[in-house]
């Protein structure tokens, strides 16, 4: 039976909060920024599009490794490497006058992003087992908010200034102060682990193979969600443009609608996620396999949107209750690695997910591709039993 250890500090409670705020006004400003980027760079879209999937070639091999050096050197690692994400930003606006520099730098800026994600997660998991609270799906809330927010700043800002090195300066002020702020938070953070919620002592201790496999499996699990997640962010506006002529200004509304839609259906469901997770992914894929299909047959632009919308609301809530889950009977000691085996798995299907509807979107149109989409949603909402059996055999 573990002991109760006495509340911790208010500035560790926050600090999962600072990190993923970071994290989220950095990716924020990128996505604003990619056609500056681009012009600075002078390259085609074939080749921007090769260089941006070195994105996923830097944060794989990041993600996989992260999760050794927060075990060994602690949680204070997770501010160091949001403060050198949002150096990265500043370092590739500068040096991306040609393509061999633009793609070495987007490599550097995807392996930073890469480990910054796995130590904030782990951060948060760690708060979340300390203090009994959803912090996992709130701060990927508070990711999703700043996201918007940081973009309709870099809007702004890029109107005013038209530089490219201007706006990730001003993005990195922010992140470096954000991670500096972790830093300080997670300094004298607490060595001992509350009693898990429910009542109940999570098992710190299991099978070193068993464990391995179960986080393969969540993370197998978490890369349909992000798949099917990442192909709404990036092929919604398209089909609000090819299936109903929308504007371009128009068009926007479905990414903002979505990732709006995703943080404030993340900060609802998170007592629940933390509470009853297995229900909370059923009632999620089921909700997103929903969107799906509303959105491949919606004869309107306006029942495009509420199928964007419901989408939004299941798969974004599917991906932090999976860590939630996956992390916590894991003792404090090994949660680095054991956050790196999920994310790196499951960053497969993010990557994944756009060319799959891409391939879909050529053979069928973009519209009836979302089909494929809600078949992604069905089958995570099918796998779900198993998350059950593989814990009665773990634990």
């Known amino acids: 039976m573990s002991t109760v250890i006495a509340r911790p500090a208010r500035g560790f409670r926050a600090a999962p909060f600072l990190g993923f705020a970071g994290f989220g006004a950095f990716w924020g400003v990128w996505g604003a920024t990619l056609p500056l980027l681009r012009a600075q760079a002078g390259v085609s879209d074939a080749q921007f599009g090769v260089a941006l999937l070195l994105v996923g070639a830097g944060a794989l091999p990041a993600m996989l490794l992260t999760g ?28 991306s006058v040609s393509y061999a520099a633009l793609c070495v730098g987007i490599l550097a800026v995807g392996a930073s992003s890469g480990a910054a994600d796995v130590a904030i997660n782990t951060l948060a998991a760690t708060v979340e087992k300390r203090t009994g609270r959803p912090v996992v799906a709130r701060s990927h809330a508070a990711f999703s908010a700043t996201v918007a927010v940081s973009s309709l700043g870099t809007g702004a800002l890029t109107a005013m200034t038209d530089s490219l090195p201007v706006t990730f300066a001003a993005a990195a002020i922010v992140v470096v102060a954000l991670g500096l702020a972790v830093v300080a938070a ?14 109940q002592d999570a098992p710190t201790h299991a099978g070193r193979v068993s464990w391995r496999i179960a986080l393969l499996v969540i993370g197998t699990i978490g890369a349909l969600a992000f798949a099917s997640e990442n192909a709404y962010q990036t092929w919604a506006a398209v089909l609000l443009t090819d299936a109903f002529t929308a504007s371009p200004a128009l068009a926007a509304v479905a990414p903002a609608a979505f990732a709006t ?47 964007i919308v419901a989408a939004a609301a299941g798969t974004s809530v599917l991906f932090p ?32 997910g756009p060319a799959y509807f891409g391939l879909l979107a050529d053979a069928t149109g973009v519209q009836k591709a979302f089909l494929g989409i809600a078949a992604l949603t069905a089958v995570l909402l099918a796998t779900i039993p198993a998350l059950s059996a593989l814990e009665r055999t773990v634990s």
Do not use: C, H, K
């Open 186 to 199: 997670t300094r004298s953070a607490p060595t001992q682990d509350a009693v898990a919620p429910g009542g």
């Open 68 to 95: 050794r050096l927060v075990d060994a050197l602690g949680l204070r690692v997770a501010g160091v490497l949001l403060a050198l994400l949002g150096v990265m930003g500043v370092v590739l606006s500068v040096a």
């Open 261 to 307: 839609t995703a943080a404030l259906a993340r900060l609802a469901t998170a007592t629940i996620t933390l509470r009853r997770p297995i229900a909370t992914l059923v009632v999620a894929s089921m909700i997103a396999t929903t969107g799906g299909v509303l959105t491949a047959f919606a004869s309107t632009l306006p029942f495009a949107l509420m199928g």
């Open 321 to 352: 209750t999976l860590l939630s889950y996956g992390l916590r009977p894991v003792a404090d000691e090994s949660r680095g690695r054991a956050t790196s085996a999920i994310s790196t798995v499951a960053y497969l299907g993010y990557l994944a």
